[in-house]
Every structure is written in C-alpha cells, then in structure tokens.
C-alpha cells in the first residue's frame, strides 16, 4: 500500500516566523510532489510542485525534495495569519509503470499563524 | 483559460436516495479527470479516475460509481446513499497524458460539493 505520512499537528507559529511542513512517502518510484493549501471549507489549492531532489523557491514559500530519503517538505518563510490553513503534501501513484495522474495525499497538517 | 465547474455546491439527502453529482471543465480538451471524497477531518481518498469519454477505474470499492458521457463531463452517482457517503466531493482534472509512462502535471481542483446523507 503506497502511503503519504505527514507530520502531525496542528502546528502553530507566531507572525514573521518559519513554519516547517514534512512529508515522508513509501513509494520509491514516485516522481512528482505537490503541495496544496486548503482553507476550511474550501477546495484544495496548489502552492508548489516539485520533481528533482533539492530546493525550489517561490516566494515566501520552499519545497524540498529529498528522493534517497523519500521526504518532502514546505518551509513558509515569514509567516502570516493569512497562511493559517490545512496543507496537504501529494505524490504521484505509479501503478505498473503508468500513474494517469493519480495521487497519493498525506492526511495534512493544520497550520495556525497567531498574530 | 481553464476552468472547472461542480454543482451543486451543497446537498443535503436523507439515507437511501439517490445521488447525482456533476463535473465540467472548460478550455481545454481530453483532460484526464478524478472524483475525491474528503471526509470530515480527513485527506482525500480517490474515488474513481477517468482518461476518456466512457473510460472509468474505480479505486475503492463502494455504492458509488462514476460515468463519462462527454469529454469534458464528469459524473458521480448513487443508487442508494449512506450516511457514510456524507462527505466533501471535489472533481480535478490534469490534462491527457501521452501514453503509458506519461509524466504527471498537476492536478487543479473544482470547487466542491458539500453532502450531508441525513
């Protein structure tokens, strides 16, 4: 069973802070990861994807990627209350060598960024 | 530009009716589309997925079942729903991949149906 395990929370940080998100996944073939963002009641919403071991930034926002270690994480840099929401980390699912988009979501991690 | 559509946006339905919930996507052609269920709380759990008009794979066994009329409609239905049907229904789509091996893009999400099986 392919599985996507992410820290528990829920985490909170104050305002300006760096707030951590992790991501551990089973599969060793898996090949892209995303991170959505989902406000309360609200559908999912991509913030980052990424696919080559390493650092991609994208404003106040880093994913990580390491494949040998099968973990992805999202730093969010500077924190606002605005970011307070569920973040759900997602991993492509190869079945057979053929994925036809399917994903793999973790269980997501409940942010609070108090004032 | 693409945009994904999903109604209706809340329903409320007592145990044992039917259901029927639907899925458009506009701008764009061939899309690979899927059907999540998100229960309170909870993550996402793939429901059916779907590469093309009346091609449909069901990734967990349920009273539910999905169809694909047109190439940009996508439906969940029910006989009969139970209370464990209750639940956040959200429609994504990417678009067609190649082939077999086909690299993943990403998946973008409409905005949901709330149902409450009473």
């Known amino acids: 069973q392919k599985e996507v395990e992410q820290n528990s929370g829920p985490l909170s940080v104050p305002e300006g802070a760096i707030a951590s998100l992790n991501c551990t996944y089973s599969?060793?073939?898996?090949?892209?990861f995303f991170w959505y963002r989902q406000y309360s009641g609200k559908s999912p919403e991509l913030i980052m994807s990424?696919?080559?071991?390493g650092d991609k930034e994208d404003g106040r926002f880093t994913a990580q990627l390491n494949k040998a270690s099968q973990y992805v994480s999202l730093l969010i840099r500077d924190s606002q209350p605005s970011d307070s929401a569920t973040y759900l980390c997602?991993?492509?699912?190869?079945?057979?060598?053929?994925?036809?988009?399917?994903?793999?979501f973790g269980q997501g991690t409940i942010l609070t960024v108090h004032p | 530009s693409q945009t994904i559509h999903q109604w209706p946006a809340t329903l409320v339905q007592p145990v044992g009716s039917p259901l029927s919930l639907e899925c458009t996507v506009e701008?764009?052609?061939?899309?690979?589309l899927y059907w999540y269920r998100q229960a309170a709380g909870r993550g996402l759990q793939l429901l059916f997925y779907?590469?093309?008009?009346?091609?449909i794979s069901s990734e967990v066994p349920q009273n539910l079942s999905a169809s694909r009329p047109q190439d940009r409609q996508f439906i969940l239905s029910s006989k009969k729903l139970l209370l464990s049907d209750s639940g956040f229904y959200l429609c994504?789509?990417?678009?067609?991949?190649?082939?077999?091996?086909?690299?993943?893009?990403?998946?973008?999400f409409g905005p949901g149906t709330r149902l409450t099986v009473l």
């Open positions: 994504a789509w990417i678009p067609g991949l190649a082939g077999p091996g086909g690299g993943v893009d990403t998946q973008y």
């Open positions: 990424i696919y080559s071991n």
């Open positions: 599969d060793r073939g898996s090949q892209s």
């Open positions: 997602a991993v492509n699912a190869y079945a057979g060598g053929t994925s036809y988009g399917k994903l793999t």
């Open positions: 779907s590469v093309g008009i009346g091609q």
């Open positions: 701008g764009t052609s061939n899309p690979n």
